[in-house]
């Protein structure tokens, strides 16, 4: 149903644009190496252009999630970019920023992963895209600016939008019965996270090797060659270790408090945060804002630190059976994950619901709930972080729903964020219609049959 394949078209581009841009720019560059395709214009929006090579890798990228070759879809993937890029326009003309300190952030963020995701060295990632690491960002920053200005004007013009219980309802009841939805089976699951917290002994050796590190800097090695060598921190291999222009509030409170504390310039001497243990330079202050570079170790956790947090989950789990605590307000109190414990240590779908698709969980969690029964909670298992580091957790399998057809006692959630996505993009249709008038259109007669402008 188009309603439904728009809040679907909506939710991949929201989830899925900006790691498409580099993809993006290697099929267009081996295109032209190979000439199989030259790539062109398919759209112009006043300033700014959509490429063919953007919306067909856009629409395989929408393919490869298991969605099935549709026309519709792919003329929706095109309206949304060309929307994407009148956002953008209208920012302009409406005076709406972004500051470069977001902008960098995200271009941070949006390097590490791409340099985590792919496996490969920076050295092999130039080779891939025949550009320098410098190049890709100037790039990538670009496209993370006109991502962040698109979020902006749409978060303004879908202001303070909700749907009530008796939208909810009419949207439901629109859907024919034989074009419902089919959900795999959905499982609940929770979890309270420990972190195992290093020893006071192990705190010490970290802060003796970055002593050492310090005193071979002091000594004239590069900073950013030890921090690619030594660091803890993932980015260090592509930043060597230097974090960019921040703000205040943006660090956590030691390193901000340390980063104001030195003079340009100046290495401090080891000290701790909640990431571990650092060294730092100064690079330059302006303000209330800068720059500067880390080397960061976290410890090497010991056996006895993994059975201290062992221990400590032991202890609730057995509260928690014994019924003197409830599990969802232990996760509150005691969870070390962000993540999961303002949901009451739940794991939740990109929509924030509690009931997760079996296909859509964790893999290493959906293993250990699978030898699990409904109501059972898990003895302490230890794994890893997101962010590498060692943890324990124990797991609640509160329930089981089976593979079904859409309704709106299970899936009122995913209901709900549909009609709330409908009403979206009814409002935005509305703006674009008006809005375009303002800026310069203009479509390859090609792709008329997309009837966007009409």
Not at 287 to 304: A, D, F, K, T, V
Request: proline share 3%; net charge neutral.
């Amino acid at each position: 149903m188009k309603m439904l394949l728009n809040e679907r078209i909506s939710r991949f581009l929201t989830v899925s644009l900006l790691s498409l841009s580099m993809a993006v720019s290697a099929i267009a560059q081996e295109k032209e190496k190979t000439g199989f395709v030259v790539d062109k214009i398919i759209a112009k929006v006043d300033n700014y252009i959509v490429i063919k090579s953007e919306l067909e890798s856009a629409y395989q990228a929408y393919l490869s999630e298991g969605n099935p070759n549709n026309e519709e879809a792919k003329c929706q993937l095109f309206n949304r970019l060309i929307m994407n890029k009148l956002m953008v326009a209208k920012a302009e003309i409406d005076s709406v920023i972004v500051t470069d300190l977001e902008v960098d952030q995200n271009t941070t963020q949006r390097m590490n992963a791409i340099l985590q995701n792919s496996g490969n060295s920076p050295e092999e990632l130039e080779r891939r895209y025949g550009k320098s690491l410098e190049q890709i960002r100037v790039e990538l920053r670009d496209q993370i600016r006109e991502q962040l200005l698109a979020r902006e004007m749409t978060g303004r013009i879908t202001k303070d939008l909700k749907v009530t219980p008796a939208e909810v309802k009419r949207f439901f009841n629109k859907i024919p019965k034989d074009s419902l939805p089919y959900f795999n089976a959905d499982i609940i699951v929770g979890q309270i996270v420990r972190s195992v917290k290093i020893s006071a002994a192990q705190k010490e050796e970290a802060k003796r090797r970055l002593s050492e590190i310090r005193d071979r800097l002091m000594n004239g090695e590069d900073f950013n060659t030890l921090a690619q060598k030594y660091s803890d921190d993932p980015s260090a291999k592509s930043n060597g270790g230097e974090m960019g222009f921040v703000g205040r509030g943006q660090m956590v409170p030691q390193f901000e408090a340390m980063a104001f504390k030195l003079r340009k310039g100046e290495i401090s001497q080891p000290f701790e945060s909640s990431f571990g243990i650092h060294i730092m330079e100064l690079i330059e202050r302006r303000g209330n804002e800068y720059n500067s570079r880390h080397i960061l170790l976290q410890g090497i956790p010991s056996s006895e630190d993994v059975k201290r947090a062992e221990y400590f989950l032991d202890s609730i789990r057995t509260r928690i059976l014994n019924d003197s605590i409830k599990f969802e307000y232990a996760a509150k109190e005691f969870s070390d994950d962000l993540n999961t414990k303002g949901h009451g240590g739940y794991f939740t779908d990109p929509d924030g619901g509690i009931h997760v698709s079996t296909n859509e969980i964790d893999p290493v969690v959906y293993l250990a709930v699978d030898t699990m029964k409904v109501g059972q909670i898990s003895k302490p298992l230890t794994y890893r972080t997101e962010d590498g580091k060692e943890a324990v957790r124990i797991l609640y399998f509160k329930a089981k729903i089976p593979p079904h057809n859409a309704n709106l006692v299970d899936d009122w959630h995913r209901i709900q964020s549909a009609t709330l996505a409908e009403k979206k993009d009814k409002v935005i249709s509305k703006w674009f219609n008006k809005s375009r008038q303002d800026v310069f259109i203009n479509i390859d007669p090609s792709y008329n049959y997309c009837k966007i402008l009409e």
